[in-house]
């Protein structure tokens, strides 16, 4: 009886990722965004804090990209540094050739309140918001900007995620490559029929006619940016063409910082924006309650399941039941795929973010790399 309990909590915390996972294979999925003859003009915000060692490399890259200089300005904000991000920001861009506006903040501020001081200084209506420890492909911004105003239902825009990659990539690489592989897959099915809210903060971009601001309280700003399109009757997008690539950690104990963050502020978001579930739309009767279960109920039923099973197995027999839980975990680490580690270890961060909720993390740490 104890077993077939904990085989029915691991049955339920994986239903929503069976739902995705067929949709992934055999659902609706998005067109390439079409060519424009003329790119409209944008404004990239960017908000740092102690990042003064990937600056110079970030200037370049937007530099680099395929949208022309002259159609954009870049905004950059920072959020009261330990180092000297502020001077090689103003240095940074200017060598690059990039109009540029760049702010400090006299305190912390975190990501939300730091976009909407940039807002203000913003001159043209197509906004993007972009971390400066991120690089992405030439034609990521174009496509970016592209899908966002060639469709008046669409009024925020994110793009794709990877680790950067080498041949050096480190564990914390590699586990991120397998899971962000699935993730995108997942958030084009959703846009493809509807919206998501699951946004990559590292490269949105959406109109200001709709966002006067940043909702600044709980949740990821890329989240809420997401949901108050959805509030609005417009579409939020994940545009799979779009990629930008984020250095990783080094280690799982600083990886493990951020991605526990990034949980919190995930499930914050959620749970502030279930007014939406009354909306008659595809997203909200469909995907939010998926995305609720996803990321509320499967991370504690997943490791109940394996406690409930355990102790199960050991009720059965308790010696030959020691033996067999060794052989299993031991099996899960050596010879199950890198995807179902990285899927069992995610279910760790959004465990850890649903017991850190009510603690302040509009704030963070960088995480990049402090050598060019």
């Keep these: 009886m104890i077993l077939l309990v ?14 995705y996972g067929c949709g992934i294979l055999f659902g609706k999925r998005g067109e390439i965004p079409e060519n424009l003859d003329e790119l409209p003009l944008i404004s990239i915000i960017i908000s740092a804090y102690n990042e003064s060692s990937v600056i110079q490399r970030r200037a370049e890259n937007i530099a680099a990209s395929s949208y022309p200089k002259e159609r954009y300005e870049v905004i950059f904000i920072d959020d009261c540094s330990d180092d000297d991000t502020y001077n090689v920001a103003k240095k940074a861009l200017s060598d690059a050739g990039i109009t540029n506006t760049v702010l400090h903040n006299e305190e912390r501020r975190g990501t939300n309140r730091s976009y909407n001081r940039g807002l203000k200084y913003a001159t043209y209506d197509i906004i993007v918001t972009t971390d400066a420890d991120v690089f992405f492909q030439k034609d990521s911004l174009k496509n970016l900007v592209s899908r966002l105003v ?48 699951n946004f990559n903060g590292g490269l949105v971009a ?7 601001e940043i909702r600044e309280g709980k949740g990821a700003d890329d989240a809420n940016t997401a ?4 509030r609005r009757g417009f579409r939020a997008y994940y545009e799979t063409s779009a990629i930008v690539f984020e250095e990783i950690p080094e280690t799982f104990r ?76 031991a099996f899960a680490v050596f010879c199950i795929s890198r995807f179902v580690q990285s899927f069992v270890v995610n279910q760790y961060y959004l465990v850890r973010g649903l017991l850190r909720l009510g603690t302040d993390v509009t704030v963070w740490e960088s995480t990049s790399k402090k050598e060019i």
Aim: proline letters at 5%; a positive charge; one cysteine or more.
């Design 150 to 197: 060639t469709d008046d239902a669409i009024a925020a825009v994110c793009a794709d995620m990877f680790p950067i990659h080498s041949s050096e990539m480190l564990r914390t690489g590699k586990y991120e490559q397998k899971y962000r592989s699935i993730y995108g897959r997942m958030c084009g099915w959703e846009s493809a029929h509807d919206s998501t809210y």
């Design 227 to 230: 949901f108050e399109a959805i």
């Design 6 to 19: 904990g085989c029915l909590f691991l049955f339920i915390s994986m239903i929503p990722y069976l739902v």
């Design 206 to 212: 959406f109109k200001r006619s709709v966002f006067s």
């Design 254 to 329: 600083v990886q493990s910082r951020q991605k526990i963050r990034r949980a919190t502020r995930l499930i914050e978001a959620t749970l502030a924006n279930l007014d939406i579930l009354k909306i008659n739309r595809p997203f909200s009767r469909y995907f939010y309650p998926l995305r609720i279960m996803m990321v509320i109920i499967s991370p504690p039923f997943f490791f109940l399941g394996l406690i409930i099973t355990s102790v199960g197995v050991l009720t059965y027999s308790f010696p030959e039941g020691i033996v067999t839980i060794f052989f299993a975990a």
